[in-house]
């Protein structure tokens, strides 16, 4: 498998501010990062799919200059959410592939609220 | 494109007694694999079982079982003995082979675990 932290947790934050989430695979070294939102009640959306050492692929539909990726090295990657506002507030989730590279392994994720 | 269908969104079991959940998908593909993860209140994604369409024996996971039809393409999960920890969102998901695939998931299935 493949242990994964999030960092922080919970975020509450107002409007117009960035706000970093950190995510840290554990226990091996992860070259591929994914990460997720999810609103109440609904399925996991995949952002983006986060490279170490080069740029993010985004999905359709998200804004690259809203959330800003980096994956320096191979085991942190992170997620800014540049100039928040209330319609952000969501849970991010963040998941790499095991070392088998089959399976997603998902980290606790992080509850973002912009006032 | 890949879809996973979830046509339950609820669905109840009492404690000690079996279950099972529902999932379909349509691919093209003839490789694949396809997962169930449970989501807790906690919100942390834990994998429950994991099935490569290649083989053609069911998964089983201590009391988690699943009845994968290639052909039908349907792929179930079976909860035996149910316990209150059970007591989650289930989600089902499906990626093709290859290190540049992402997860699909369906929307979901809410269990309820009662006395």
């Known amino acids: 498998g493949a242990v994964v932290s999030q960092h922080p947790s919970r975020v509450i934050c107002k409007s117009g501010t960035s706000v970093k989430i950190e995510c840290r695979s554990l226990?091996?070294?992860?070259?591929?990062m994914f990460w997720y939102r999810q609103f109440p009640k609904q399925s996991l959306m995949l952002m983006a799919t986060?490279?170490?050492?080069?740029?993010?692929?985004?999905e359709q539909g998200v804004e690259k200059d809203k959330f800003l990726i980096n994956h320096a090295s191979l085991t942190l990657s992170t997620l800014t959410v540049t100039s928040a506002h209330p319609e952000d507030s969501s849970f991010y989730i963040c998941s790499v592939r095991g070392d088998s590279k089959e399976t997603q392994y998902f980290g606790p994720g992080t509850r973002l609220l912009v006032l | 494109a890949q879809t996973v269908t979830q046509s339950q969104p609820e669905m109840s079991v009492q404690e000690a007694e079996t279950v099972t959940l529902s999932c379909t998908y349509d691919t093209s593909e003839s490789d694949y694999y396809l997962f169930w993860y449970k989501q807790p209140p906690s919100r942390q994604m834990i994998l429950v079982i994991r099935?490569?369409?290649?083989?053609?024996q069911n998964a089983t996971e201590n009391r988690f079982s699943v009845n994968f039809q290639k052909a039908a393409k349907s792929f179930s999960l079976k909860i035996s003995d149910s316990q209150l920890g059970d007591a989650a969102m289930y989600f089902c998901a499906y990626r093709r082979t290859g290190t540049a695939s992402k997860l699909t998931f369906g929307t979901g299935t809410r269990l309820q675990v009662t006395l």
């Open positions: 986060s490279n170490e050492g080069s740029k993010a692929t985004y």
């Open positions: 099935q490569e369409a290649y083989k053609q």
């Open positions: 226990d091996f070294q992860a070259t591929t």
